[in-house]
Nanobody
Framework: QLVESGGGLVQAGGSLRLSCTAS????????MGWFRQAPGKEREFVAA????????SYADSAKGRFTISRDNAKNTVYLQMIRLAPEDTAVYYC???????????????WGQGTQVTVSS
């Protein structure tokens, strides 16, 4: 039900904007989150946003470089990423939960993921 897009290959220092759209239904009253999973590592929290778009939370690795936002009219959430580094290489997943925040188990709905690769 959630479809991510916008991933790709970028050089270190570059930017990408990921999008996540609900293919069916609406998540306008859900908390939306972004997580990522690098090869051989566990899926980790990146950013979260409440349904109003007024409260955010970021992993330390994302603070100052990533911005989560949403457009409820378009049923879409975004993750703007700047100053990307090779360690940001991962599959990025968006997720929706009625009461989720930073923990994976708090989110009931997940997208298939989009690959972000940052070359040095």
């Amino acid at each position: 039900q959630l479809v991510e897009s916008g991933g790709g290959l970028v050089q270190a220092g570059g930017s990408l904007r990921l999008s996540c759209t609900a293919s069916s239904g609406t998540f306008n009253h859900y908390v939306m989150g972004w997580f990522r999973q690098a090869p051989g590592k566990e899926r980790e929290f990146v950013a979260a946003l409440n349904w109003l778009g007024s409260i955010t939370s970021y992993a330390d690795s994302a603070k100052g470089r990533f911005t989560i936002s949403r457009d409820n009219a378009k049923n879409t959430v975004y993750l703007q990423m700047i100053r990307l580094a090779p360690e940001d290489t991962a599959v990025y997943y968006c997720a929706a939960g009625q009461s989720g925040w930073t923990q994976r188990y708090e989110y009931a709905y997940w997208g298939q993921g989009t690959q972000v690769t940052v070359s040095s």
